[in-house]
């Protein structure tokens, strides 16, 4: 199972960008989706998920500024990001709770993740 994340770049504060991730390999089902950041010298944080039927939620910093979303048919989640500002200058990954066997309530999934792009914005 590989995740591929891109769309990352340098974009000036107020500008958009939109991050795009690929779920490939072999893949039963797919549950919640997620992006998380990691500024420099900083944790790696959530910042939106959305669940297998499309429930997103989202860290209070970017609620109204980004909007997640997916294809389940195409393994696909997107965050679409605007109104950005320096502080959302991060690594973004991407992350997708993987069965790769079967899908049954009492299964556990295995999480996978994408290997990071950058977003950078400049003041």
């Known amino acids: 199972v590989q995740l591929q994340a891109s769309g990352g770049g340098l974009v000036q504060a107020g500008g958009s960008l939109t991050l795009s991730c690929t779920a490939s390999?072999?893949?039963?089902?797919?549950?919640?989706m997620g992006w998380y950041r990691q500024a420099s010298g900083t944790e790696r944080k959530l910042v939106a998920s959305?669940?297998?039927?499309?429930?997103?939620e989202y860290e209070d910093s970017v609620k109204g500024r980004f909007t997640i979303s997916r294809d389940n048919s195409e393994r696909t989640v997107d965050l679409h990001m605007k109104s950005l500002e320096p502080e959302d200058t991060a690594v973004y990954y991407c992350?997708?709770?993987?069965?790769?066997?079967?899908?049954?309530?009492?299964?556990?999934?295995?999480?996978?993740w994408g290997q990071g792009t950058q977003v950078t914005v400049s003041s």
């Open positions: 992350k997708a709770e993987i069965y790769p066997n079967g899908y049954r309530p009492s299964y556990s999934p295995v999480d996978y």
């Open positions: 390999g072999s893949i039963f089902s797919i549950g919640a």
């Open positions: 959305i669940t297998r039927d499309g429930n997103p």
